[in-house]
């Protein structure tokens, strides 16, 4: 895995454990700040990753497109 991988991925779960106090019923402003900037994180990474994917999906396809590529038929001429 790569660091940014690895970054995102502790982010994602640093998201996840804010939602803890929500359902334990925890409300302040500076937390719903928090919460905020926490979606505003996950908004970011969603953003990341789909192009990630797409890069990966538009290569994968261009290799695929190269390789069945009709090849020259062998020359006739003797």
Same mark, same amino acid.
């Given at each position: 895995?790569?660091?940014? $991988?690895i970054? $995102? ?9 804010? *939602?803890?106090?929500?359902? *334990?019923g925890? #409300?302040?402003? *500076? ?7 926490? *979606? ?9 990753r ?11 396809? #261009?290799i695929? @497109?190269e ?5 020259r038929?062998?020359?006739? @001429?003797?």
């Open positions: 895995m790569k660091q940014t $991988e970054i $995102e991925s502790a982010l994602i779960v640093v998201a996840l454990l804010s *939602l803890w106090p929500v359902i *334990l925890h #409300r302040s402003l *500076l937390y719903s700040l928090w919460l905020l900037s926490m *979606l505003g994180v996950m908004a970011w990474l969603a953003v990341r789909l192009r990630r994917i797409r890069a990966a999906a538009d290569e994968a396809r #261009r695929r @497109d390789t069945e590529k009709p090849q038929p062998p020359s006739l @001429d003797g």
